[in-house]
């Protein structure tokens, strides 16, 4: 009995990043396999990658692209969308501004192949553009993920895992939508292989989405724990509560008093060391929201 031949879906969600859009592509039309096709979702776009994905279709007519537009949702909708449309078992996020190796898609596909208990397949990653680096991946753990990502948001899911848990968290509205999912996912059983080469290549750029989200990591550290209570202690998600309604009562409440008085609640109070205390990145969103405030009141 012949054996299943493995097939992707790429989704690449886009928000005005046409700029990057062609050689995020052009990595694609570079793969040593075949056994993929392409799935842009423009997520309410002003800048026409529409255009770029039509042109690039032109040129390479053997590779099958399809765009889906929508009013713009932000990024965890826009992947929901894709892997929504996707007829294959297997999914690859990819962002538009990132690329991949030459061999990924085989690689990944191969180690996928080999590992049939596996959900997620992902690879170590290189970063270029402002500052070169690298990541050293890890496979999913809940011990570990529940504290720091250990997956790039580019790897193999199966696409059934991705329905099991919902999909991505549309309310991980700054960032980390990547990082929920993984424990997510790990939560429901999914289990991950590494293919220990440097196949995923992230760019670095003076304005991102992670450094966006570097801004609120506290909040999206609560939010995390809001959508997982059961993965943490009862500590961890007192805090995780705490940082998340004084987070709504100066964004969406604009209700400073209401913030001051959780503020006193926890002053003098141990911080959950592990999730929130490394690095005192809670006082900088301490600091983001009173500078809000003091904005709110100069109006």
């Known amino acids: 009995m012949a054996t299943k031949t493995l097939k992707v879906t790429v989704v690449i969600p886009c928000y005005n990043q046409a700029e990057y859009l062609k050689e995020c592509l052009d990595s694609l039309s570079a793969q040593t396999t075949n056994r993929f096709s392409i799935i842009v979702v423009d997520d309410g776009s002003t800048d026409n990658p529409t255009e770029v994905c039509t042109q690039w279709s032109y040129d390479n007519q053997n590779i099958h692209i399809e765009v889906l537009q929508q009013e713009n949702k932000g990024l965890s909708e826009a992947r929901n969308a894709g892997f929504e449309l996707a007829q294959t078992d297997w999914v690859l996020p990819l962002d538009a501004d990132d690329k991949i190796d030459p061999t990924y898609i085989e690689k990944v596909l191969d180690a996928a192949k080999a590992n049939p208990e596996v959900s997620i397949v992902s690879t170590d990653a290189l970063f270029f553009g402002i500052g070169e680096g690298f990541w050293k991946t890890k496979p999913i753990l809940i011990s570990r993920l ?154």
């Not at 790039?152 to 848990?165: D, H």
């Not at 080469?197 to 506290?218: C, G, P, Q, V, W």
């Not at 939010?223 to 993965?231: A, D, F, L, Q």
């Not at 202690?233 to 209700?255: G, L, P, Q, S």
């Open 146 to 299: 529940k504290y720091n990502n250990t997956l790039t948001c580019c790897s193999l899911v199966k696409k059934e895992i991705w329905e099991r848990v919902g999909g991505y968290k549309s309310n991980m509205i700054y960032g980390y939508e990547d990082w929920e999912f993984w424990i997510n996912c790990a939560k429901h059983g999914a289990s991950s292989y590494t293919v220990q080469e440097f196949l995923f290549h992230y760019r670095n750029k003076t304005f991102s989405m992670i450094k966006s989200a570097k801004k609120f990591d506290t909040f999206l550290r609560a939010m995390i724990v809001y959508n997982n209570p059961e993965v943490y202690t009862e500590d961890e998600i007192k805090f995780a509560h705490y940082f998340k309604e004084m987070h709504d009562a100066v964004i969406h409440r604009k209700n400073p008093a209401e913030y001051y008085c959780i503020r006193q609640q926890i002053k003098g109070r141990p911080i959950p060391v592990d999730l929130f205390g490394r690095n005192l990145e809670w006082k900088s969103l301490l600091q983001l929201l009173e500078h809000k405030i003091n904005t709110q009141l100069l109006r």
